[in-house]
């Protein structure tokens, strides 16, 4: 049996440095040629995300695995995980006829020479992060531009990236009603990264309009998420809180009751802190739509006019922390608690709701109905919202854009800044699958005096 000699973690570094010879083959004799390895992935799942390659003249776009052998997909567990359906090339040292029926490029034989020379140079657990994202051609215009002349350019396209995710809930609502559009980028947000889609799946499966008598009861309505997301726990099946058993109980009840099913929502617990557990969010997620009655256009409004015209004060308004059961608070799952008690939504993830759906819905809605005064209010409430935190795709656009990176502490004061570094590198650098030569934000002409 042939063996291979290297980790995995060195063939994803030969891999992100294009060693590949010229004409290149995958294992069916079509010639491949890469033009974008992707960005490398350090999370659960595929190792390089929004890869480009051609093959035969095809161009695949999509994610790309890589292993030691063909084989191991299968012995990892690949083929029955929905976080590998983009996979479009398993990229292995050697093929041994074991893995997926996807396209296979067997590095084995079709390196550069220089290969060897990576493998004495670079350790592969000290394989530099910088690295993995290298500078791109247009970090030396970033370079010789002044902090304040970026800030302005950054302020503009996080202002564009709020109005764009504003207009797409009103065409949204458009469709499926105001409230519901709400309610449904709401419930997505709660997701966080791994649980997006099963969020939306389940405000999509428990529409307001058909829910409307559970939504006046906090217990049924709280009964009817958790059942039809397929989280009430079995008490024959696993020991309860001592706390919970009673609401377990009812809860079972009235979601017998309701005559809903489980819709087989696919959970993702990989890479979550325990605050961040899905009963948490669901529940905090019931009790939101619970304080605002089901209306949550309703309730943007009236913080509008509670606001009073005053930025800081909306912002107060939208981002204050839910009132709820203080047991709620002490639970990891109905079956853990957590060491110290913590908010369901805290203020922390309010704000991030309120700069993801609830102020660019209303700059949207208010420049639709051609109220200045409020867009104008929504979008100077927008820009006092302070930096986040950082997510790999904004650490991926700072590393591409900025030399040093440190950089990024003075230039991005806030989160329209970090919002508008988002917009441009997904507009430019991975719109055109990191191709330098044909980005107009390298090509266009310099304003620089």
């Given at each position: 049996m042939r063996q291979c000699p290297f980790s995995e973690r060195f063939l994803q570094i030969i891999w992100n440095e294009r060693l590949?010879?010229?004409?290149?083959?995958?294992?069916?004799?079509?010639?491949?040629?890469?033009?974008s390895v992707g960005l490398w992935n350090r999370m659960a799942g595929p190792d390089f995300h929004d890869a480009a390659v051609v093959i035969d003249n095809t161009l695949l776009r999509g994610d790309i695995e890589v292993h030691r052998f063909?084989?191991?997909?299968?012995?990892?567990?690949h083929g029955q995980d929905p976080r590998y359906d983009k996979v479009v090339l398993h990229v292995v040292w050697i093929d041994d006829h074991g893995g997926p029926v996807l396209p296979t490029l067997e590095l084995q034989g079709q390196l550069q020479s220089s290969w060897g020379r990576l493998f004495q140079q670079v350790e592969a657990a000290c394989y530099p992060y910088g690295r993995e994202v290298p500078?791109?051609?247009?970090?030396?215009?970033?370079?010789?531009?002044?902090?304040?002349?970026?800030?302005?350019?950054?302020?503009?396209?996080?202002?564009?990236?709020?109005?764009?995710?504003?207009?797409?809930?009103?065409?949204?609502?458009?469709?499926?009603?105001?409230?519901?559009?709400?309610?449904?980028?709401?419930?997505?947000?709660?997701?966080?990264?791994?649980?997006?889609?099963p969020f939306r799946q389940l405000?999509?499966?428990?529409?307001?309009?058909?829910?409307?008598?559970?939504?006046?009861?906090e217990s049924k309505m709280m009964a009817?998420?958790?059942?039809?997301?397929?989280?009430?726990?079995?008490p024959t099946q696993v020991e309860i809180l001592p706390e919970f058993r009673t609401f377990v109980s009812m809860a079972w009840r009235h979601w017998w009751a309701s005559g809903q099913t489980s819709i087989g929502l696919k959970w993702n617990r990989n890479g979550t802190r325990p605050l961040n557990s899905i009963e948490r969010r669901l529940a905090g997620g019931v009790f939101w739509l619970h304080a605002c009655q089901s209306r949550p256009g309703c309730w943007l409004r009236e913080c509008v006019e509670q606001s009073k015209g005053t930025p800081r004060q909306l912002l107060r308004l939208l981002t204050i922390p839910l009132k709820q059961d203080p047991q709620w608070e002490k639970m990891l799952n109905f079956e853990t608690r957590l060491a110290r008690p913590a908010a369901l939504l805290g203020r922390e993830r309010m704000v991030d709701l309120a700069l993801n759906t609830f102020l660019p819905y209303l700059a949207a809605k208010a420049e639709m109905d051609h109220d200045d005064t409020?867009?104008?209010?929504?979008?100077?409430?927008?820009?006092?919202?302070p930096c986040g935190q950082e997510n790999h795709l904004l650490k991926d656009a700072v590393r591409r854009f900025l030399s040093p990176p440190s950089?990024?502490?003075?230039?991005?004061?806030?989160?329209?800044?970090?919002?508008?570094?988002?917009?441009?590198?997904?507009?430019?650098?991975?719109?055109?699958?990191?191709?330098?030569?044909e980005c107009p934000f390298v090509t266009m002409p310099s304003t620089d005096k």
């Open positions: 590949l010879v010229p004409q290149a083959k995958c294992t069916d004799n079509r010639e491949i040629r890469i033009l063909a084989s191991e997909w299968h012995s990892h567990g500078p791109g051609a247009c970090a030396l215009r970033w370079a010789l531009s002044d902090d304040e002349s970026l800030r302005t350019i950054l302020s503009s396209a996080g202002l564009s990236r709020m109005l764009r995710r504003g207009q797409r809930l009103l065409r949204l609502g458009a469709q499926v009603g105001e409230d519901q559009a709400l309610y449904e980028q709401t419930f997505e947000g709660l997701g966080y990264a791994f649980n997006r889609q405000a999509q499966a428990l529409p307001l309009s058909a829910c409307q008598d559970a939504c006046r009861n009817l998420f958790l059942g039809t997301a397929g989280l009430l726990p079995d409020t867009r104008q209010l929504a979008q100077d409430t927008w820009e006092l919202i950089r990024a502490r003075e230039l991005l004061r806030n989160a329209s800044q970090q919002q508008g570094m988002l917009d441009i590198f997904q507009n430019f650098c991975l719109a055109l699958d990191h191709s330098c030569a």
